[in-house]
C-alpha cells in the first residue's frame, strides 16, 4: 500500500491536536483514530508502516521498511 499524506482536514486536525499534546486525533470521515507525530515518536522509532504523520528523517523510513 504506498503511503499517502494527509488531505487539508486531517492536517488541520493533527495541528490542533499536536498544539494541545495529544497522540492522535479521529478522523470524521473514516472513525479512525490517526496517531499524531507526538503519538508516533513515543514509539521511539519508525514502525515502516507508512504512517500518515510520521516525524522520523525519510532514510529511517526506508531502513523500517516503508512503503513507496
Excluded: N, W
Excluded at 486531517?10 to 490517526?34: K, S
Amino acid at each position: 500500500m504506498k503511503p499517502r499524506g494527509p488531505d487539508a482536514v486531517q492536517q488541520r486536525l493533527h495541528d490542533r491536536a499536536v498544539a494541545r499534546g495529544e497522540a492522535y486525533y479521529v478522523d470524521p470521515r473514516t472513525g479512525l483514530c490517526i496517531f499524531t507525530e507526538i503519538g508516533l515518536a513515543r514509539q521511539g522509532s519508525c514502525c515502516g508502516s507508512g504512517c500518515m504523520h510520521c516525524p522520523y528523517p525519510e532514510e529511517e523510513q526506508r531502513r523500517a521498511g516503508r512503503p513507496r
